[in-house]
């Protein structure tokens, strides 16, 4: 059982980019903050017609002692069309060469990037076709589409107009580029406005956040929790 007293800290914690994470993570945030933050899962909406499901669970579901004790905090929904100032900083993301190259090279190395995005155990539907998860890996991680333009509303556009495999790809690749930069927004916003400390345990992660803080000039403390052995 986890320890639900607080540590000494008065330290908080917003854990980045998921709305799970791994108990021994959890054991070592609970070890040095307050109190851990969770966002709810991020389902993006495209447009009207097009986007991506939700998930109903939490931490505090497999945690309520540690919730009622507020050591686990929860409910930041992150859901729905992306806004104005979002969606600004979204392109920002995507215009940047040193953003994209990195995004591009944890596609292409890091396993637990690429299950963030995509369900390569099983086949994986691009377009109207199913595709086993690794020949699709491959496809998605071809060299050119690190350089491919891409804004938020490029992505709107080719969501209604996919009339070839090659095109179905493209949109994978472009509809993770959005969901990664996205998440990385919804994580400013919320660590700034309830005085958090951006916290995870994925490196692509916390690079991509922090080559964005560095090149947006924003002030933010962000961590990397290194996972070893699990």
Not at 82 to 103: G, H, K
Not at 104 to 132: M, T, Y
Not at 222 to 228: G, K, M
């Amino acid at each position: 059982m986890m320890n639900q007293s607080s540590p000494s800290s008065s330290r908080q914690a917003l854990y980045y980019p998921f709305h799970l994470c791994h108990e021994l993570t959890l054991t070592r945030l609970l070890d040095s903050y307050a109190s851990v933050h969770f966002r709810d899962y991020m389902a993006l909406q495209l447009t009207p017609f097009t986007g991506t499901m939700a998930y109903a669970d939490r931490m505090g579901g497999y945690h309520e002692a540690l919730f009622k004790a507020g050591r686990i905090v929860q409910g930041y929904n992150v859901s729905g069309p992306l806004n104005e100032e979002t969606i600004a900083a979204v392109n920002r993301d995507l215009a940047d060469p040193a953003w994209r190259a990195e995004f591009h090279r944890a596609l292409r190395e890091d396993r637990r990037f690429q299950r963030g995005l995509f369900d390569l155990s099983h086949g994986i539907r691009i377009g109207n076709k199913l595709v086993p998860g690794p020949a699709a890996l491959l496809r998605l991680i071809e060299a050119e589409r690190a350089s491919h333009f891409w804004t938020f509303g490029e992505l709107q556009r080719f969501s209604g107009s996919l009339s070839s495999l090659e095109e179905s790809y493209s949109y994978e690749y472009g509809l993770a580029l959005v969901k990664t930069s996205a998440s990385l927004a919804y994580t400013i916003r919320l660590a700034r406005k309830h005085g958090l400390e951006a916290v995870t345990d994925s490196e692509p992660h916390f690079r991509l956040l922090t080559r964005t803080c560095d090149r947006d000039g924003i002030a933010l403390s962000n961590q990397w929790l290194s996972r070893e052995g699990y």
